[in-house]
């Protein structure tokens, strides 16, 4: 790891390891904590008292941030021929159908999120292998098989993130960059939270959200009041 430099250092010291920080004191502060050149993302992790080897508690989701994420998110409309002009209109990067199945195929993947159609899906399976791993894999649930291709796509680039409790019980989201203010930063942040929340699978018993924290690229976390999230 790079050597810090004193200004660096100073940063760091400004959160303090022993501290759990309000929502909007931590909205603020992880501005204040970015020393990277170029605009870093905000993420959150937010740890759950769910077991997700159990499918009734595999907690997963969409949310519409209220000021989007700040990224260029790149889609892949996976759509028969009728569709195109559809996908191509709400503002899909690609779009097509068996030229892409074969690229993926042949190992590339340089897209963020797949859009298709219930009636393509059956040939998405073989690629199950390639495109699992890297969380591109459509699902209903997501809102990424639908008819509606061109709501899809539109609400994707408005800023509809899905998210998904990862196999050690924890969510991982990027939700907006360090140019954003703190009150937008805030506002992305309180709407994930409540989502997941809303989400709570029934059988999940004992703390639901056991710990919150945010951090920007390349700075330490800060630990959030889950009770005053």
């Known amino acids: 790891m790079p050597k810090q430099t004193k200004n660096q250092r100073k940063l760091v010291l400004k959160v303090d390891p022993n501290k759990i920080y309000s929502l909007r004191e931590a909205s603020s502060l992880v501005k204040e ?13 937010i740890r759950l008292g769910v077991d997700p080897k159990k499918a009734t508690e595999m907690v997963r989701g969409i949310v519409a941030l209220p000021h989007g994420t700040g990224k260029n998110v790149r889609v892949l409309a996976l759509v028969t021929a009728d ?6 209109e709400a503002g899909a990067d690609f779009f097509g159908l068996d030229e892409y199945l074969q690229k ?11 859009v298709t159609m219930p009636s393509v899906m059956g040939k998405l399976g073989p690629l199950g292998k390639i495109l699992g791993p890297r969380g591109l894999m459509p699902n209903p649930k997501t809102g990424t098989v639908t008819t509606d291709i061109k709501k899809a796509i539109t609400d994707i680039k408005g800023g509809k993130i899905d998210f998904k409790v990862d196999k050690t019980g924890i969510i991982h ?8 203010s703190a009150d ?11 989502t997941i929340e809303k989400i709570k699978p029934s059988t999940s018993k004992g703390t639901y959200i056991k710990s919150i924290f945010m951090s920007s690229t390349m700075s330490q976390g800060i630990s959030i009041d889950t009770k005053l999230a």
Do not use: C, R
Request: aromatic content about 10%.
């Open 33 to 45: 904590i970015t020393f990277t050149k170029f605009d870093a993302s905000i993420d959150m992790a």
């Open 83 to 88: 569709k195109e002009g559809e996908a191509k």
């Open 104 to 114: 993926i195929k042949d190992g590339w993947t340089d897209i963020d999120i797949i």
């Open 173 to 180: 989201a990027s939700i907006g960059k360090v140019s954003f």
């Open 184 to 194: 937008k930063i805030f506002d992305n942040a309180d709407e994930l939270i409540k």
